[in-house]
């Protein structure tokens, strides 16, 4: 994916079971992805608890937090319970989601690359941020986009 690409719709189940569609959630504002390899793993758990931990900064920018990994439904529950997330963590058990951003890999211990995909309300990519070991680089490149005009 890249900037002005048209971000692909899909569907997927939350950590709650609950189908999260990404058109409807764009029209509440816009969605900065992120995709991570492995629910619970340490980098992931870094990188997620940074989104987290900047939850005001993202609603002050009317911006909505989505966690998508290849992980099966109740290990994103275990993850989301375990460090407090508090947004949706999506499930794409067969990596379809994943091949459709090109984020999917052949990698059996990080099946999904590190990247955060930022999606402005007309379905839009408005920035790619791919760093694998700068775990806290994500949130803060994520707000960064959605904070230029």
């Known amino acids: ?18 189908l ?13 992805l992120f995709f991570y390899p492995v ?7 870094t990188e997620m608890c940074a989104v987290r931990d900047r939850s005001a900064e993202f609603q002050a920018v009317g911006a909505q937090r989505v966690g998508i990994s290849r992980d099966p439904v ?16 999506l499930s794409d058990g067969d990596g ?8 999917g890999r052949s990698m059996a211990a990080a099946p999904v690359k590190r990247h955060t995909i930022v999606i402005g ?9 791919k760093s694998e ?13 959605l904070r230029s005009p």
């Open 20 to 32: 999260r569609r990404l058109s409807t959630m764009l029209q509440d504002g816009p969605v900065a």
């Open 133 to 145: 070991f700068r775990f806290g680089k994500h949130a803060a490149k994520a707000l960064d986009a």
């Open 96 to 103: 379809t989601v994943c091949a459709a951003y090109g984020v």
């Open 121 to 129: 309300t007309d379905g839009r990519v408005t920035d790619v941020v």
């Open 74 to 89: 109740a290990a994103q529950l275990r993850f989301a319970e375990s460090n407090g997330l508090d947004f949706p963590l």
């Open 39 to 45: 629910a619970s793993s340490g980098g992931c758990t």
């Open 1 to 18: 994916m890249k900037r002005t690409d048209m971000a692909p719709d899909f569907e997927l189940p939350d950590q709650f079971g609950v």
